[in-house]
């Protein structure tokens, strides 16, 4: 075993994912056609209680994003009282006030969309650097790959958090989502890539790659409409649960103070406001916390049925 | 075996130069004058401003100024932070808190890890089975940040168990730290553990121990698990270098003085040479132990040659 593979030994599961990009073999005992992977997959995912457990957790904080007027039930999160202060939750107050006797569960409504935008805009940057980068070096080899490969040796041996937190703090970004994005994509690429460079190097010596080079398509067409497409499964799979893993992220470098900044409303900032407050006002702690938690879990159990789904070797 | 530690040994080379450039880079492109900045409220003289410019090589080009850390670096000189501490006695003084923290994080992944792995894989959806596989889906689910403020809430404020801040009681204080540590490392282990074991269960030396009449407990202790537990103690290993980056949420939360602390609180004021010495420090554990488990691997598993 390589360190390579070692390194990424916690991914393994994740890795698992890889298909040759062949049809299912098996065949419906109705209807004589082949399945393809995907319809195989689907199948599974309809049983898969993980699948219907994450995807509508997903659902509702998507509406959460798009409408959180909706699920603060019409109130402004920014209309405060101080009288209000730190109130319990009550029958008209779910989730209580927190210190500035703001409503607590508007808070904590309107900040899904900051924390949603960030998951999602990150990890497409994340893909472009590990799709990018990753067949690049699988297609060419050689030095090419040597090089691209250590590079993504040395950010591979910095925490997530930490390189993040270097990043922001020297503020070259700004403070913005779009900066704490681009911070933790810049340090949470490389197991994207490692992904797609493992996939490519795979799929390249398959007879169907062959066949193409045979009837004269270029590299580029190769690459694009023969490799990249039957190395998607498994990149699929990782997306969905690294969604999940940068959310959490964003949560902790916005509590350590390098993240969104006030008036901003966050889930990360909550929970650091509410922090000195654990002992009198734990609500204020609590419900963030749960929330964010519900969101992460959503993408990790639907990255988890993905992966039940795609990986054939898994399936009996 | 030999040659190949050698090999890798040259490849770290790269990587260590690489991480430490790349948060040197960014470390020296921390806004505001580090200097100005120390002399509070009344301006340092400008010819004590010169003086610890140059004392610092602040007027240097990025390169030469990373060459001449380097160079310093090779002598087993961290160099000093801008209050004239060594950041070497900064290491000293907080390393051991944070190697505490660790091994207690290593001893509650691998002893809870293993044995719930154990129990879901030996009867593979059975009840034990699902619940393992429930719980660890939750616990990988759950920010370490979440996951310390739940635990300082129940365990500390609720139940009153366990301190929730600070070193003042010995190990004690860090078992909960320790714990929130590894919650996902846990999670994980305990995954490949049930995942190797109900693969070995299958295997024919397996059905071979029963047949010949072993009882069942010395087929799972002495045949499975010794096979299946090859990736676990890999995976642990190659997690030592991880947790590190754990550290700085933990440490934070719970108050402790460790590097974890030490790197956050010297990104927020500015002090490079004890961020880079720092990060270096972290990369070269990281790159160690990752190297350790590569040899392990081929020493547990006689299967694997490198050579």
Known sequence: MTDQQQADLRHDEVEAGTTTGLASPSVDATDARQNSLWSDAWKDLKRNPLFWIGGLLMLVFLAMALLPQVFARGVDPRECSLSNSQQKPSAGHWFGFDQQGCDYLANVVYGARNSLIIGVLAVLVVLLLGVVVGAIAGFYGGLTDSLLSRITDIFYALPLVLGALVVLRTGTLGRGVTAVAIALALFGWMTAMRLVRSQVIAVKSSDYVAAARAMGASNGRILVRHILPNAIAPVLVYTTITIGVLIAAEATLTFLGVGLQRPAISWGLQIEAGQSLLRTAPHLVLFPSIVLTLTVMAFIMMGDALRDALDPRQRA | ?307
């Open chain 2, 1 to 307: 075996m030999g040659r190949y530690v050698a090999r890798r040994l040259l490849l770290t080379i790269p990587v260590l130069i690489g991480a430490s450039f790349l948060i040197f880079a960014m470390v020296y492109a921390l806004p505001g004058d580090p200097i100005r900045a120390l002399g509070g409220d009344r301006p340092l003289a400008p010819a004590v401003v010169a003086q610890l410019r140059d004392e610092y090589n602040l007027d240097d080009p990025l390169v030469v100024q990373y060459a001449k850390y380097v160079g310093d670096l090779l002598q087993g000189d961290f160099g000093t932070d801008f209050r004239g501490r060594e950041v070497l006695d900064t290491i000293e003084q907080r390393l051991p808190v944070t190697i505490q923290l660790a091994v207690v994080a290593i001893l509650f992944e691998a002893v809870i890890g293993i044995i719930a792995g154990v129990l879901a894989g030996i009867r593979r959806n059975g009840f034990l089975d699902n619940v393992v596989l429930v719980s660890s889906t939750i616990v990988v689910s759950v920010p370490i940040l979440v996951l310390a403020f739940v635990a300082q809430f129940v365990f500390g404020l609720q139940l009153g168990w366990f301190p929730i801040s600070g070193i003042g009681e010995g190990w004690y204080s860090f078992v909960l730290p320790g714990l929130v540590l590894a919650a996902g490392s846990l999670a994980y282990v305990a995954r490949l553990t049930r995942t190797s074991v109900a693969e070995n269960m299958r295997a024919d030396y397996v059905r071979t121990a029963k047949a010949k009449g072993l009882p069942r407990r010395t087929v799972i202790v002495r045949h499975t698990l010794r096979n299946s537990l090859i990736p676990v103690v890999t995976f642990i290993g190659a997690d030592i270098g991880t947790l590190m980056g754990g550290a700085i949420v933990t440490e934070s939360v719970f108050n402790l003085p460790g590097i974890g602390r030490a790197i956050f609180d010297a990104v927020r004021a500015q002090e490079g040479a004890v961020v880079v010495g720092i990060v270096t420090l972290m990369v070269f554990f990281f790159i160690f132990f990752n190297l350790v488990v590569d040899v392990l691997y081929a020493v547990l598993d006689p299967r694997i040659r490198y050579d």
